[in-house]
């Protein structure tokens, strides 16, 4: 009886660490993909700059 229980244990325990690391490394994507969408914004924010920039210029 104690060793079923201890098992079944085991086998959750075995599976929240599995689902931890597939979380850990899809928070770390989610991180990557977030700075890559950042600098990709702040170099459509200078574009935008420049192009209103050169509109005030007219």
């Given at each position: 009886m104690h060793t079923e229980?201890?098992?079944t244990l085991e086998e959750?325990?075995?599976?929240?660490?599995s689902?931890?690391?597939a979380l850990q490394e899809e928070?770390?994507?989610?991180v990557e993909e977030n700075a890559r969408l950042l600098q990709?914004?702040?170099g459509l924010k200078g574009r935008v700059d420049a192009i209103l920039s050169k509109l005030e210029g007219v």
């Open positions: 229980l201890f098992e959750k325990i075995g599976s929240l660490i689902r931890y690391t928070h770390q994507r989610v990709e914004r702040e």
